[in-house]
């Protein structure tokens, strides 16, 4: 019986084998207030998933979807260089 096996190691690191670049945790923390605002509109939106929404239910979810889009909105502006609008 001949057995097959890898005649050299490997000598680079798996993708997933690694620790984030500063690029990438720079990214990251760039990207902190959308992700915020993206898990906020989750939470409102699996409040109301067991039962029907109550107007308060409905105003809590319509806030978080515009903190969503001015979070979006602020990051697409600052990616393009456009001066951020308040």
């Not at 057995?3 to 670049?21: C, G, K, M, N, Y």
């Amino acid at each position: 019986m001949k057995h097959i096996v890898a005649l050299q190691a490997v000598v680079t690191a798996t993708s997933f084998d690694r620790e984030p670049t500063a690029a990438e945790l720079d990214a990251i923390e760039r990207e902190m207030p959308l992700i915020a605002a993206e898990l906020e509109l989750l939470d409102a939106q699996i409040t109301t998933l067991d039962r029907t929404p109550s107007p308060l239910d409905v105003r809590r979810i319509r806030r978080a979807r515009r903190r969503v889009l001015t979070a979006r909105r602020s990051l697409t502006n600052t990616a393009t260089g456009s001066p951020e609008v308040a």
